[in-house]
């Protein structure tokens, strides 16, 4: 069975860190872009981060440049998000996804995690 | 960054009725649209790939056109378990940039 299962949020002060992890399983993690993706409460949905099948390429949105940092270990399938720096902002459900087509990191995104909220608050 | 503007931003439906949800890209982005229906919490789930490939699972009464700036998700007959958001999303570069939304309500 195809999945991914997020894990490592919770609540954390304005300016600490956290590090979320993404588990998958049931395919070749090694061959698939991934990406995170969150969501506000009540908000819709910003992609976060990609990092590409072999962690060769990444990529991140404006609002998170410089203080995330995606990256991955192809021996244990498993996804990171590193935050540091956070802010009130931030606060939101992330979702690790799968690129749908195995070495495009774009297209589409195939497999969703349940997610894991994460609140930045004092 | 290209921005992705749906429409309507809601809309109220009956069962049986079809159902058609607009975007615009704020630049050409070929075919590299997708749709996705999201319930109350639960992830997002994808329903259109490449504008117009429905995923595999995905019930053949969704649909997906366009290309350039103007995308269409067509629902040709609503059924219960539809009403949700969607969401469209450019696949054509980074930053990756999602719409807004429609949610899809019962009349």
């Known amino acids: 069975q195809v999945q991914l299962v997020e894990s490592g949020g919770g609540v954390v002060q304005p300016g600490r860190s956290l590090r979320l992890s993404c588990a998958a399983s049931?395919?070749?993690?090694?061959?698939?872009?991934m990406h995170w993706v969150r969501q506000a409460p009540g908000k819709g949905l910003e992609w976060v981060a990609v990092i590409w099948y072999d962690g060769s390429n990444k990529y991140y949105a404006d609002s998170v440049k410089g203080r995330f940092t995606i990256s991955r270990d192809n021996s244990k399938n498993t996804l990171y998000l590193q935050m540091n720096s956070l802010r009130a902002e931030d606060t939101a459900v992330y979702y690790c996804?799968?690129?749908?087509?195995?070495?495009?990191?774009?297209?589409?995104?195939?497999?969703w995690g349940q997610g894991t909220m994460v609140t930045v608050s004092s | 960054d290209i921005q992705m503007t749906p429409s309507p931003s809601s809309v109220s439906a009956s069962v049986g009725d079809r159902v058609t949800i607009t975007c615009r890209a704020s630049q050409g982005i070929s075919s590299w649209l997708a749709w996705y229906q999201q319930k109350p919490g639960k992830a997002p789930k994808l329903l259109i790939y490449a504008a117009s490939s429905l995923q595999s699972g995905v019930p053949s009464r969704f649909s997906g056109s366009g290309s350039g700036t103007d995308f269409t998700l067509t629902i040709s007959s609503l059924q219960p378990e539809d009403f949700a958001t969607y969401y469209c999303q450019q696949a054509n570069s980074f930053p990756l940039t999602f719409g807004g939304g429609t949610k899809v309500e019962i009349k």
């Open positions: 049931g395919f070749t993690f090694s061959s698939y872009g």
């Open positions: 996804a799968r690129s749908a087509v195995a070495g495009n990191p774009l297209i589409a995104f195939d497999i």
